[in-house]
């Protein structure tokens, strides 16, 4: 009887210990490489950069993303040409993010506006909320913001991103809030 009850504890133990390590909210600062953005995610990201066209330019978007428990998390910034329209970029960005995500609903406007120091005051600005389908078809939820920072005589588009079957609002703030200049 003793044994089983000090199998238990040490099982109990064991497990408290294995959650408290968990990677889900272990919030860390993440440089984005090659720029001056900094984040904060709350898992151990993996990174890559890609060419991709955005505003019909292509441009090598940084992208630091990890799964944090049920959500998948992600910050993506692009150094813009010069002379490239920011506002119609985020535009065209956000109508990319919707699709992919198979969002129903339209985006409309007076979205509310996502705007941190340092950020330029553009009308796409925003942050969305909307119900969405992952690749595989499972419903998932989507909490996203995009903007732009002014970068010499360049701009620097960015998107933050979480995904999650019941997004945890002090999740995606905190994501959303630790994007730094």
């Not at 151990?44 to 978007?61: A, E, I, M, N």
């Not at 995500?101 to 941190?116: E, F, K, M, T």
């Not at 010499?152 to 945890?168: C, E």
Request: glycine share 8%.
């Amino acid at each position: 009887m003793q044994i089983h009850f000090w199998a238990l504890s040490a099982s109990l133990i064991f497990a408290l210990n294995l959650s408290a390590c968990s990677p889900d909210q272990n919030w860390r600062d993440v440089s984005l490489e090659g720029s001056p953005l900094k984040a904060q995610l709350p898992c151990k990201p993996d990174k890559t950069t890609r060419s991709v066209p955005l505003g019909g330019v292509p441009v090598d978007l940084q992208v630091v993303g990890c799964e944090s428990g049920t959500a998948m998390v992600a910050v993506m910034t692009a150094l813009l040409p010069a002379g490239a329209d920011a506002n119609t970029v985020l535009l065209g960005w956000q109508k990319a993010t919707l699709d992919n995500a198979r969002v129903q609903q339209p985006l409309v406007s007076g979205q509310p506006a996502w705007h941190r120091p340092g950020q330029l005051p553009l009308s796409a600005s925003v942050r969305l909320q909307a119900p969405g389908l992952r690749a595989n078809g499972e419903p998932v939820r989507m909490d996203a913001v995009w903007g732009a920072v002014a970068e010499g005589d360049r701009v620097r588009v960015v998107h933050a991103v979480v995904y999650d079957p019941k997004i945890q609002p002090e999740m995606a703030n905190t994501l959303f809030d630790g994007i730094k200049p």
